[in-house]
């Protein structure tokens, strides 16, 4: 059983079974200068660096560990568009003109995924059999129904599943009904994130992992990037991409999130007597709950259980045991189940729950804030920071920019989370 814990370094791979080896990104040894200067190789830094490329712009990464190394190369791996907020709701908060531009390109944020990984052949068990968001009661079933509703009434392909087949689809009795969001699917996200790196190096970026960038300063109207090792990075523009590991590059930057982990088991390979009726149509699934629990097979057939967990940081193996319940209760025939894998990561969660976008400063672009359902999302935002970036008029961002707005009494973070936890499991029960 492998534990691969925040802060420390990525075992060669996540699942090393299946991971392919990492691109080739040196540590940055001597000073450098680019057009534009990317901090933090995830999704949205490599979306933005493969974007802003495509458009011929000189462009580096720096990370300070390696690609996917933040959340983006230890997510749950379900490829699903659309924010926390549904459709209406999004015009109801912001008005048709603004909410209209958005719900079409989150709309179309899993396309952006799936287009990348067929247009750079990138090797990642992708496949697109839908999301399901089954409902544990009958309060969230009418929640789902108006959610995939209002997608419907969009053009969106979705199907309303009663309790007989959301249970025939993921092989447990636990829910009263749900839907299937057919724009959805699933990867390996660390091979995603991998050959988002390789794609962008084959268009000239340079990537480097190893590369803290621990002081930001601005000098004859260019960005100066001070690194760890003592290199220097000198830049017209910069992007600051570090999402749920965003430390003090920015004054106030960390205290506008709230980072918080989310937890993640994966089975051993499950053989079908045991396996075979469990999501065997190859979708996804995360529940309607505050507390969600998300869970896939993967290409080898384990089953993958995410969810939150009431810890800052997990210690040890018991800081998964309730994802490991949660299995069990699902699926008592997995009752004594080997336990492959169990890790964790840090969500960026927003006050707000919307993907925030500042530019404080001349040539600087931050964005962060996916509040745990980031890989469609931050690739869809390096996107379009690149058309904004490189000035492309045609191609508006629909994401506001905001100032960025520290969170107050931030340093109780932990004391927030613990007490989210506690009130969202409290609501969940009476739901
Ligand atoms: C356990 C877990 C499960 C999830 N499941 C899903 C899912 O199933 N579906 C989904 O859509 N989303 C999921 N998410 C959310 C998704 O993974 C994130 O929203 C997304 O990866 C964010 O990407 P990013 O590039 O902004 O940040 P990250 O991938 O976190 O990258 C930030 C990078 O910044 C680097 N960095 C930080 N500070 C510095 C510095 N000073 N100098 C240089 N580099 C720095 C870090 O090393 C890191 O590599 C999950 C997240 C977690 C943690």
Redesign the pocket.
């Known amino acids: 059983m492998t534990e691969v814990k925040p802060g420390a370094p990525l075992p060669d791979s996540l699942w090393a079974a299946t991971a392919t080896a990492g691109p080739l990104t040196p540590p940055l040894r001597d000073d450098a200068s680019f057009d534009v200067a990317i ?7 490599l979306s933005t660096a493969l974007h802003l490329a495509e458009r011929g712009v000189r462009v580096g990464v ?4 390696e690609p996917g ?4 190369g ?7 568009p659309g924010l926390k907020y549904d459709p209406d709701e999004l015009v109801r908060r912001f008005g048709a003109s603004t909410a209209e531009p958005l719900i079409d390109v989150i709309g179309r944020a899993a396309d952006t995924v799936f287009d990348l990984i067929a247009k750079y052949r990138i090797e990642c068990a992708a496949v697109r059999r839908g999301w399901i968001q089954p409902a544990p009661s009958q309060a969230m079933l009418e929640t789902v129904t108006r959610r995939a509703k209002q997608w419907e009434t969009r053009g969106v392909n979705v199907t309303l599943l009663d309790a007989a087949e959301v249970s025939r689809r993921l092989g447990t009795h636990a829910y009263v009904g749900g839907w299937i969001d057919q724009r959805a699917g699933s990867l390996h996200p660390l091979n995603y994130t991998r050959g988002l790196a390789r794609a962008a190096q084959s268009l000239g970026v340079r990537v480097h992992r190893q ?3 621990v002081a930001l300063s601005r000098e004859h109207n260019r960005w100066r990037l001070s690194t760890a090792q003592g290199a220097t990075v000198t830049a017209e523009r910069v992007v600051i ?7 003090a ?1 920015w004054p106030g930057l960390r205290q506008s999130v709230i980072a918080a982990n ?3 088991v994966a089975t051993q390979p499950l053989a079908p007597a045991i396996g075979g009726d469990i999501l065997a149509g190859g979708e996804v699934a995360s529940d309607s709950r505050r507390l969600l629990l ?1 869970f896939r097979r993967d290409a080898a057939g384990r089953l993958v259980m ?1 969810g939150r967990g009431p810890f800052a940081e997990p210690a040890g193996a018991t800081d998964w045991a309730h994802l490991e319940r949660a299995v069990e209760l699902m699926y008592p025939q997995l009752k004594g189940v080997r336990y492959d894998y169990r890790w ?4 960026a969660i927003t006050a707000d729950f919307l993907p925030h976008v500042h530019e404080p400063a001349p040539g600087l672009t931050i964005a ?1 804030g ?1 509040n ?7 690739t869809t935002m390096g996107r379009h920071l690149a058309a904004r970036i490189a000035g492309d008029t045609r191609m508006p961002s629909p994401f506001p920019v905001t100032a960025v707005k520290p969170i107050p009494m931030h340093g109780l973070q932990r004391f927030y989370i613990t007490a989210g936890v506690a009130w969202y499991r409290l609501l969940d029960a009476l739901a």
């Open positions: 901090v933090g190789a995830g999704f949205t830094g720096l990370d300070a560990a190394w933040g959340a983006s230890r997510n749950g791996g379900q490829v699903i590369t803290p960038v991409a570090t999402n749920g590991y965003t430390g590059l989310s937890f993640l998300y995410g964790a990561g840090r969500v962060l996916y745990g359902r980031g890989i469609a999302l931050a």
